[in-house]
């Protein structure tokens, strides 16, 4: 006779699912829906309170356009630096040795453990007015690329150094002996292996980029139409009183986010199944 916890492991769907990995998935399920889920649809749904119109004509102040406008494309920079970047370092702290390694082990992981403001401090510092290097970048557009930069260093590299440390260098040897240049061992061998950390870490860098405000708020000057970043509007709005334009604009963040996530998850379960 076939009992009761047989009978949760068979069948279709859910059905498969033990007892215990049922409990498991109704209480991850609970968690994030109260941690993320939830929200996320109370802003959109404040985002709509002044009605559809009224949401339409926040996104679409130029105040706001360029806002987002000078967010987005410098998150994605920033991204797309990290990936090369963050390969390269990441492969030089993995097949390399030399002095000081483990400093530079350390240094790599101070953007995770410097509160932003901090960090927006240590930059303004160091390239705003009385810049020691003589270096003065603070209220332009290249301070904000930097502080997105600064925070978001460690993402490729943290996701890239453990493919690296279990990819054989066997493999690499083997190429090289059938006459496979450097070039061609890395772009037809390596790379392929690489590709879906370096999505991994760069669908992060570009969620910390889109999302800062701390690192950016000094040293950019939070100049309307020149250096403001979408988060300073999102504040300057709900300092105004002005919840549901702040609303709209995160959901705009939101939205974008999402699209570039899963255009990079995509890219990275591609290169999964090539390799």
Do not use: C, H
Not at 64 to 74: E, G, I, K, P, Q
């Amino acid at each position: 006779m076939t009992t009761a916890g047989a009978r949760v492991g068979t069948g279709t769907g859910i059905g498969r699912f033990s007892r215990s990995s049922a409990l498991g998935l109704g209480v991850s399920v609970i968690w994030l829906s109260l941690l993320v889920l939830l929200p996320l649809a109370a802003v959109v749904v404040t985002a709509t309170e002044d009605g559809w119109s009224g949401f339409w004509k926040t996104i679409t102040s130029p105040s706001v356009l360029a806002a987002l406008r000078l967010t987005v494309f410098s998150a994605l920079g920033v991204t797309a630096v990290n990936a090369v970047m963050g390969t390269l370092v990441a492969w030089v702290l993995v097949r390399d040795d030399f002095p000081g390694k483990r400093i530079l082990e350390v240094v790599v992981d101070l953007p995770f453990a410097l509160p932003t403001i901090v960090a927006g401090l240590v930059l303004l510092s160091l390239y705003g007015a009385n810049s020691p290097i003589g270096l003065n970048i603070a209220n332009t557009r290249p301070a904000v690329f930097l502080a997105m930069l600064f925070v978001t260093v460690p993402f490729v590299i943290r996701t890239v150094e453990p493919v690296l440390i279990e990819l054989d260098p066997e493999v690499e040897l083997a190429a090289a002996s059938l006459g496979a240049s450097r070039f061609v061992t890395f772009r037809r061998i390596v790379l392929p292996n690489l590709l879906p950390a370096i999505a991994s870490g760069s669908a992060l860098s570009f969620a910390r980029g889109i999302s800062e405000y701390g690192s950016v708020v000094l040293i950019s000057g939070n100049l309307p139409f020149k250096t403001e970043i979408a988060s300073v509007r999102i504040l300057t709005q709900i300092e105004n009183d002005k919840t549901a334009s702040a609303a709209a604009v995160a959901t705009v963040l939101l939205l974008v986010a999402l699209v570039v996530l899963v255009v990079l998850d995509r890219l990275q379960r591609w290169a999964t199944r090539r390799g």
